[in-house]
């Protein structure tokens, strides 16, 4: 063993184990709040799912690039790698939508025009729930169409090489299933990338705004202090801004990979890591802005004298 296929799977295995610890760590802290009786907000409604679609993606990729990269390939059959892929392209989903839908309610909630008031912003957290549930169960159906097609088309020639994922091999897609992919998945998530980029460029303005009109009421007072509007605000601009780099670079690279014939190993290892980087690295964004045992204790007091 050389010096860098053993840093090859330092990495990939402390990613994995890095990536699994902090999504389960979340969850674990939203059902701490959830059975002790604390309503959670929206916004966290939608972290506690879209940490669930991070660990979603990382058991079904994340764990088997550590295993190949360890030695043990081509250990799932064709049904079970295409269980996974079911599972990633799901995961991968049902994340951009969340981090979609938490981006545009956050930049609903602080904004102070005329047409995001109360009752709009009541609606839109009332609606948040019912959202989440049609993008679960959206994206299930839409990408259980990419289960079931190589099945059916299983004898068609149309048909490509295969493709060797390490811990198993599939055989290409055909027009018909590229065409529905990009269809049913890859314009969706271009529309999604283009509203976070909205809303997170709406939240910026508003932001710089807002700290422009308190600025001098700072001054006089000497009080320093930002609202907690602001800091929740903050808080998933560092985290979209988290996602867009990694996803941006993640859907380069695989770009890179779908039209050269010959990928070298370290393009293939390189987007793999950056693919894994979101979901792994994403639920620590969030706990460098929180305290999580006040948190609690917060969240449950106000719950208990309303």
């Not at 799912?49 to 690039?65: D, E």
């Not at 995961?91 to 545009?104: A, K, P």
């Not at 909630?109 to 049609?134: E, Q, V, W």
Request: aromatic letters at 14%.
């Amino acid at each position: 063993m050389n010096l860098c296929n053993l840093a090859i799977r330092i990495i990939f295995l402390s990613q994995t184990t890095t990536g699994i610890l902090g999504n389960l760590s979340l969850m674990f802290y939203y059902l701490v709040l959830y059975y002790r009786e604390c309503k959670l907000k929206p916004t966290d409604l939608i972290l506690m799912h879209l940490m669930a679609s991070n660990a979603l993606v990382i058991l079904s990729a994340g764990v088997p690039h550590t295993m190949t990269v360890w030695g043990l390939t081509q250990f799932v059959n064709n049904f079970g790698c295409q269980l996974l892929f079911y599972m990633q392209r799901f995961g991968r989903s049902v994340s951009i939508g969340s981090i979609c839908l938490l981006s545009v309610f956050q930049a609903i909630t602080i904004n102070p025009r005329g047409f995001c008031c109360k009752d709009h912003k009541f609606k839109a957290a009332k609606y948040i729930g019912c959202s989440i549930d049609l993008l679960w169960v959206l994206y299930m159906l839409i990408n259980f169409i990419f289960f079931v097609y190589p099945f059916i088309e299983r004898n068609s020639k149309n048909m490509t090489r295969k493709r060797d994922f390490g811990y198993c091999s599939l055989v290409g897609n055909d027009e018909i299933s590229d065409s529905l992919y990009v269809a049913l998945l890859v314009c969706p998530e271009i529309l999604f990338s283009v509203m976070i980029t909205w809303s997170s460029s709406s939240m910026i303005v508003i932001l710089y705004r807002h700290k422009q009109n308190v600025q001098h009421i700072r001054s006089t007072t000497g009080s320093s202090r930002t609202s907690p509007e602001s800091r929740a605000t903050q808080n998933i601009l560092a985290l979209v801004a988290t996602f867009l780099v990694f996803y941006t670079l993640s859907s380069i690279l695989q770009g890179c990979i779908a039209y050269l014939q010959n990928q070298t190993w370290w393009l293939l290892y390189i987007t793999r890591f950056t693919s894994l980087c979101f979901p792994s690295f994403g639920p620590f964004v969030l706990m460098n802005h929180y305290s999580i045992p006040s948190r609690i204790s917060l969240v449950c007091m106000r719950n208990k004298t309303f």
